[in-house]
């Protein structure tokens, strides 16, 4: 309900609805506005918009409608621009549940997902989850993403840069693949600060002035390491982004 935070004394989750779909958008709005635990922000019809609303304190989770025009790759899309632009948690709505398609979305940085099939009962847990770093799914996405980020795994090769910790070697090779400072808190499971103060760390170590030349220099070592005459294909080449923090089969 808006501006209360149900029992005990959490804060309300504040959520922002994102629909082309006038009548789901209101729907959405007004279930959620009288819901216990929750507070509407706004309700859009643009996506790019949402997450930069005017006079907004703080915004918990976006709820993103993937039905309509933005089926397919327009949402994929539009998953990749907003994780640019903000750093607030994606839920989409209206996806079927292939575990191809869920792994593509997860890769786009969702936090949770809802299918067609699913109730405001589902949507609401799926909201409280997202807020807690969690992504709830059934044990074959939850395969499919795990197979996944093996794959990442198996591309990503060690890069020797003496002047850096394990840890920002790790994490250098991951910027070189393209990933934003977001995507590599998901997928090593820590905290956007983090990264940010290793990302700082690593640029005053190896001496450069943006992430683009640390790359650089990382893709240079590896070449020299491994006598290539190519550097990799990066993640973000492919539509990369990364699978949210925790995942859970339900």
């Not at 191809?100 to 405001?120: C, K, L, P, Q, W």
């Not at 997202?130 to 996405?141: D, I, L, Q, S, Y």
Request: overall charge negative; aromatic content about 2%; hydrophobic content about 40%.
């Amino acid at each position: 309900m808006s501006g209360t935070a149900g029992p005990g004394t959490e804060q309300a989750i504040r959520v922002v609805v994102v629909s082309q779909v006038r009548i789901y958008r209101q729907g959405l709005a007004h279930l959620l506005d009288v819901e216990d635990g929750f507070e509407l922000v706004a309700a859009t019809s643009e996506a790019d918009t949402a997450v930069t609303l005017p006079g907004q304190a703080r915004i918990d989770v976006l709820l993103l409608d993937m039905t309509g025009d933005m089926a397919g790759s327009h949402g994929l899309e539009t998953l990749h621009r907003l994780a640019g632009l903000s750093d607030v948690p994606c839920v989409v709505m209206g996806i079927p549940e292939r575990t191809a398609d869920v792994v593509s979305f997860a890769e786009a940085g969702i936090a949770g997902y809802v299918t067609t099939e699913n109730s405001f009962t589902d949507l609401l847990d799926t909201l409280r989850s997202a807020t807690r770093g969690e992504f709830a799914c059934k044990g074959n996405v939850a395969a499919g993403i795990v197979e996944r980020l093996a794959a990442l795994a198996r591309e990503r090769r060690a890069v020797s840069l003496p002047q850096l910790t394990a840890r920002e070697q790790e994490i250098a090779v991951l910027l070189e693949s393209g990933l934003s400072n977001k995507q590599i808190a998901g997928m090593l499971h820590v905290q956007l600060t983090t990264v940010k103060n290793h990302v700082h760390k690593i640029l005053e170590k190896l001496g450069v002035r943006g992430r683009a030349e640390a790359a650089a220099m990382v893709r240079e070592h590896r070449l020299a390491e491994t006598g290539s005459g190519s550097s990799k294909r990066s993640i973000s080449d492919r539509e990369g982004s990364c699978p949210p923090t925790r995942v859970s089969a339900e």
